[in-house]
């Protein structure tokens, strides 16, 4: 199964920029649809992001649109996530998560894979 890490996060000022990454081990990523999710303390776990197996199609929560950018690169089995104009909103733990589902998955119940989570934290 795969395995996931993911890393960037940290404190930065709000207006701010970060770039998370999420690193995959066991088997290619390219098999896999993967998502990013956050939670802030005492806050459900939302959907943040997804994107396609090959890039391609992208599908973003509206609080984020505009501002956040996934990408992906196969070859090194990494996917990223670019976040602009940090809002102190924005402050959670970001996870990310595979799924072999093809339709474009908003469910945390649709991931079968997460990483440990990576906690951004914005300064106002």
């Known amino acids: 199964q795969v395995q996931l890490v993911e890393s960037g996060g940290r404190l930065v000022q709000a207006g701010g920029s970060l770039r998370l990454s999420c690193a995959a081990s066991g088997p290619t990523l390219s098999n896999y649809r993967v998502g990013w999710f956050r939670q802030a303390p005492g806050k459900e776990r939302e959907f943040v992001v997804t994107i396609s197996r090959t890039g391609r199609t992208t599908y973003y929560a509206d609080s984020v649109k505009g501002r956040f950018t996934i990408s992906r690169d196969n070859a090194k089995n990494t996917v990223y996530l670019q976040m602009n104009n940090l809002k102190p909103e924005d402050a959670a733990t970001y996870y990310c998560?595979?799924?072999?589902?093809?339709?474009?998955?908003?469910?945390?119940?649709?991931?079968?894979?997460w990483g440990q989570g990576t906690q951004v934290t914005v300064s106002s």
């Open positions: 998560a595979a799924t072999g589902l093809y339709t474009a998955a908003v469910d945390d119940g649709e991931y079968a894979y």
